[in-house]
């Protein structure tokens, strides 16, 4: 590694952010034995990449403990140059959830994204499959001895009824989720 390659942990701090990536963090992980560091003329120096890496991936797993449902279709980037925005993508509904690092923590972006998370888990559900309402729903499976509809049906086979059609639409779900 290139001695031009790394930054002290204020210098970290202001190239990256000073609210998210603030030195206290880079030099816990550091402690922590998260990220190296490399000891030049007295002072403490940090690569840049993998400082961002290193915490970009505490994100990642303190998503993963907060909102497991949606963790997996999640992903982080860093736009470092321009706007120095985190943002989450991938949320069901398409939308992203960012963090200014200069003036946001990282609970503040946690927060929103639990947020974000309760809005997608109580948004309605509703098919994507532009055929599935075009469809005749299939026959439902009733015994010779009941007649297919009508008051005669009994409450347990309304019961399993609904329970078919609930497992059929958890299937169809699972399969777009891949």
């Not at 915490?55 to 403990?65: E, F, G, Q, Y």
């Not at 925005?85 to 994204?113: H, W």
């Not at 309605?124 to 309402?133: A, K």
Request: proline residues 7%.
């Amino acid at each position: 590694m290139d001695i031009k390659d790394l930054f002290t942990a204020q210098e970290l701090e202001e190239h990256l952010g000073r609210a998210y990536f603030y030195r206290q963090s880079i030099y816990r992980m550091a402690e922590d034995g998260k990220v190296s560091s490399y000891q030049v003329n007295g002072k403490l120096y940090f690569s840049s990449q993998e400082v961002l890496s290193a915490i970009l991936n505490r994100l990642a797993n303190r998503i993963r403990l907060r909102l497991s449902r949606l963790a997996s279709h999640l992903r982080i980037s860093f736009d470092e140059n321009k706007r120095k925005l985190i943002s989450v993508y991938g949320f069901l509904d398409k939308s992203i959830v960012t963090a200014d690092a200069q003036n946001e923590t990282e609970e503040e972006l946690l927060r929103k994204i639990e947020h974000k998370g309760k809005e997608v888990t109580n948004m309605l559900d509703v098919s994507v499959d532009p055929h599935y309402y075009d469809a005749p729903p299939p026959p439902p499976h009733h015994p010779p001895d009941h007649p297919p509809h009508g008051r005669d049906i009994p409450p347990h086979e309304e019961i399993l009824e609904v329970l078919r059609r609930i497992e059929d639409r958890l299937v169809r779900i699972e399969e777009k989720l891949g």
